[in-house]
């Protein structure tokens, strides 16, 4: 088979990530290995900026440049939260075919892996030579048949991390505290808190993911419990924690129209309604008068400092894999991570249409019987992803006896 000789173009979508631009920066210097690639493009702000001819040539980027860029967070190339229609990929196929792109690499979670597998269609309907491949993120976590997902380990770091501060804050003035973490669907990054705990006492004490349907009444009976053994409690919710209807609590909680975002979902990260709410009902019926709540929203994306030494080396290696399986292997599909060991991977190419559109939830294995809370599989499916963690101590000394 003939070498399909021509450009890549490259784009990133939806949230950003600790390591989002590592995957940029392996499949940028793995495509200038080949000689069959002109020219590298990358647009800016995702899909929007295809259909806008707004591009960047990578091509003449430095090495250090795009070295550095690796190792800092958020999408280098910008992003977008536009949602592409039929109409909407019938363009960016159209500004492919105009600027001779034979390989489209784009960079998001499963909306993305969509317009990927639309792209696509229409190059083959078209007869159109072009090879589109799907590069995994989310912090979510909530991909379909890969083991995990890069941005994942880094978010889930920053939880963990966050939460044991939060924990020694509230150790020393006790209280209860209410920590609100991403996830619409799935409660892999909130589940992550458990990693916070290293003694026996030790916060979240309580831990709610969407997974499960949330009681209030159960809710106030987990914190009364928890309060009147250790004198204070801290807990971890999902901002997308579903009632016994199957909307998310928040819908109840807010007066009027809910505000949505470009893909018609309720906004729920914009707003401290939920920790609010959820606070008050505390005070109100538990009768607790120190009740402190955060929504941890942007922070847990893109923070500074805070990144998984797994999470970087994976995000390299799909954005590798991808320029290798479109330029070696002339195939189309998506990014996918398979687990091997304890702990080892490898990479394998699925089908874009096995990713696309739908999303995965927390395995029940996960979660606790009473659903406020984690199991030990959980603990050891994300240990290795979130890589080394910050230590702290108590001080182990005796009391002096009073006189």
Known sequence: MAKLV?????????????????????AVLESRKFPEVDRVYGALHGVRGIIEEDFIDLTQATTHNLERVACTPSSALFSTRDKPDADYCEKIFKICMKHNVRYFFYNGGNDSADAVRIVNDNAAAAGYELRCIHIPKTIDNDLRV??????????????ASAFAGINLDNLAIPGVYIGVVMGRHAGFLTAASAFAQKYEDD?????????RTFDTDTFLKDVEDVYSRYGRCVIAVSEGIMGADGKPVITHLMDGDSEKDAHGNVQLSGTGALGDALGKTIKDRLKIKRVRSDTFGYLQRSFLGIVSEVDQAEAREVGEKAAQFALWNNVDGSVAIRRTGDYSVDYFLTPLASVAR??????????????????????????????????????????????
């Open 6 to 26: 021509g450009n890549v173009l490259i784009a990133q979508g939806g949230g950003p990530t600790a390591v989002i631009n590592q995957s940029l920066v392996g």
């Open 146 to 159: 890969t083991d995990h997902c890069p941005g994942y380990g880094s978010a889930a770091k920053f939880v």
């Open 358 to 403: 739908e999303t995965k939830s927390m395995p029940r294995t996960f979660i606790n019987e009473s659903g406020n809370g984690v199991t030990t599989d959980f603990l050891n499916y994300a240990r290795p992803l979130l890589g080394s963690m910050p230590g702290y101590e108590r001080l182990q000394c005796p009391k002096v006896p009073k006189k």
């Open 203 to 211: 916060g979240p004490h309580l831990i709610y993911v969407p997974e």
